[in-house]
């Protein structure tokens, strides 16, 4: 390892650069959210994610449209870094260790932030998709889907725990997260929910 590595941009700068622009209201958010939080609303009775779906049903048949299209695309174009025939806790963290500084920096650098399909945005959204589906697999985790897409988050239906799954993914391709150990950090929030639960 080289003593001085070149440090990665900020996860709020790259918020503020990639993905603020892609919100259409004036309140567009300009940082991540923290890790985990407890839902909005949230008084001690398990919720049902069914019923605080808040979009509109159009918004919300094509927020859910693109958050599978973008599960299934991770899956496939993660199959060149690691071959696995579903999205897996191994699939995690080979992928996450193939994304090192270098290989996030070149992301970044050929990144249009004018661009929605630019590789930046791109790649935290497939990354983000993945987490959220694993988190989805464990039970008693759903998706509350948001507008756009990549402001949707994935509800403990019995804690209200909130899990920004593509802040995440933000923080991760940032000097802010790069290291963190992503399948670590996902059983760390699997053992803060079970401990509240």
Same mark, same amino acid.
């Given at each position: 390892m080289f003593l001085f590595?070149?440090k ?8 503020k ?7 259409e209201?004036d309140?567009?958010?300009?940082m991540p959210?923290?890790d ?9 009775t ?5 019923? @605080?779906q808040?979009?509109p +049903?159009?918004?919300?048949? *094509?927020n859910?449209?693109q =958050? ?5 695309? &991770?899956l ?11 999205i897996t806790l ?6 996450d ?9 070149? @992301?970044?650098?050929?990144s +249009?932030?004018?661009?929605? *399909?630019?590789?930046?945005? =791109? ?5 983000? &998709? ?10 008693g985790f759903g ?19 909130a899990?920004p799954?593509? +802040?995440?993914a ?7 997260g790069?290291d963190?150990?992503?399948? &670590? ?8 929910v079970?401990?509240?639960?």
């Open positions: 590595q070149r990665l941009p900020d996860c709020n700068v790259l918020f650069k990639f993905i603020t622009p892609w919100y209201s309140n567009a958010p300009q959210r923290p985990l939080f407890v839902v909005s609303g949230f008084t001690g398990p919720l049902r994610l069914d019923s @605080i808040h979009l +049903d159009d918004l919300l048949a *094509s859910k449209d =958050i599978q299209t973008m599960i299934d695309a &991770a496939g174009d993660y199959q060149s870094i690691y071959q696995s025939a579903s191994e699939l995690l963290h080979a992928v260790t193939f994304y090192t500084r270098k290989q996030i920096s070149t @992301i970044i650098k050929q +249009d932030p004018g661009d929605f *399909s630019n590789d930046y945005l =791109i790649t935290v959204c497939e990354f983000g &998709a993945m987490l959220g589906h694993l988190f989805c697999q464990q039970g998706w509350l889907y948001s507008h756009p897409y990549f402001n949707s988050i994935i509800v403990h239906e019995a804690t209200g725990t899990i799954v593509f +802040d995440w933000n923080k991760k391709f940032s000097e802010y790069v963190d150990g992503f399948a &670590a950090k996902f059983k760390m929030a699997l053992d803060h079970n401990k509240n639960t």
